[in-house]
Nanobody
Framework: QVQLVESGGGLVQPGGSLRLSCAAS????????MGWYRQAPGKLRELVAI????????FYGDSVKGRFSISRDNAKNTVYLQMNSLKPEDTAVYYC????????????????WGQGTQVTVSS
């Protein structure tokens, strides 16, 4: 069974920074796609940043371009989200996402989500 566990959320003042981490556990051989989505109260879940093919294709949501940066440690099956110049509108639950997971005994698995970590930007 594959699990995604996020960490690093919390309360930060506007203009501050946070770094989120998401570690995938299980009998994993490789993960093609890892990334982050977020959902604010009353809004749809939206893409924040996603990395495919080990960094050969990286996409950011328009609202975070230039402020957030995604990175991965493939040896640890971990994805990070460095968030700088945070704004109150970045307040949301941030979800880790993984797709096209190659496993030892379960074959290829798709569309896994973490439980989410709360990020609150407020003075």
């Amino acid at each position: 069974q594959v699990q995604l566990v996020e960490s690093g959320g919390g309360l930060v003042q506007p203009g501050g920074s946070l770094r989120l981490s998401c570690a995938a556990s299980g009998r994993i051989l490789s993960i093609d796609v890892m990334g982050w989505y977020r959902q604010a109260p009353g809004k749809l879940r939206e893409l924040v940043a996603i990395d495919s093919n080990g960094g050969r294709a990286t996409f950011y949501g328009d609202s975070v371009k230039g402020r957030f940066s995604i990175s991965r440690d493939n040896a640890k099956n971990t994805v990070y989200l460095q968030m700088n110049s945070l704004k109150p509108e970045d307040t949301a639950v941030y979800y880790c996402y993984a797709d096209k997971i190659a496993t030892m005994f379960q074959g290829a698995l798709n569309d896994y989500w973490g439980q989410g970590t709360q990020v609150t930007v407020s003075s």
